[in-house]
């Protein structure tokens, strides 16, 4: 079993920047993908970006530019650095990950960090 636990949320105006953290923890597991996701009120959860152990990244069409996946394999964290935040970014921002644990896949979710943006 492999815990994420998210940190960074809150309020912020708009053109504003957050950071958020996710760090995974559990017993002898290896991650290969890490990612960020969101659900605003109303709509469905959608992807926000994605990073692979190699580094490989990919961003929502409507994030890019603004931003920014990274990843310490090291502590098994990741982090979203969110610059120039509309109203519509604001959502519950979700940590993913998945891989092995021993020899079983994994695939486990944050509680969820709320992230809102005033106009």
């Known amino acids: 079993q492999v815990q994420l636990a998210e940190s960074g949320g809150g309020l912020v105006q708009a053109g504003g920047s957050l950071r958020l953290s996710c760090a995974a923890s559990?017993?002898?597991?290896?991650?290969?993908?890490m990612g960020w996701y969101r659900q605003a009120p109303g709509k469905q959860r959608e992807l926000v970006a994605t990073?692979?152990?190699?580094?490989?990244?990919n961003y929502a069409d409507s994030v890019k530019g603004r931003f920014t996946i990274s990843r310490d394999n090291a502590k098994n964290m990741v982090y979203l650095q969110m610059h120039s935040l509309k109203p519509e970014d604001t959502a519950v921002y979700y940590c993913?990950?998945?891989?092995?644990?021993?020899?079983?896949?994994?695939?486990?979710w944050g509680q969820g960090t709320q992230v809102t943006v005033s106009s």
């Open positions: 990073i692979t152990s190699g580094e490989s990244t």
């Open positions: 559990g017993n002898r597991f290896s991650i290969v993908a």
């Open positions: 993913n990950c998945n891989g092995l644990a021993g020899f079983k896949w994994f695939d486990s």
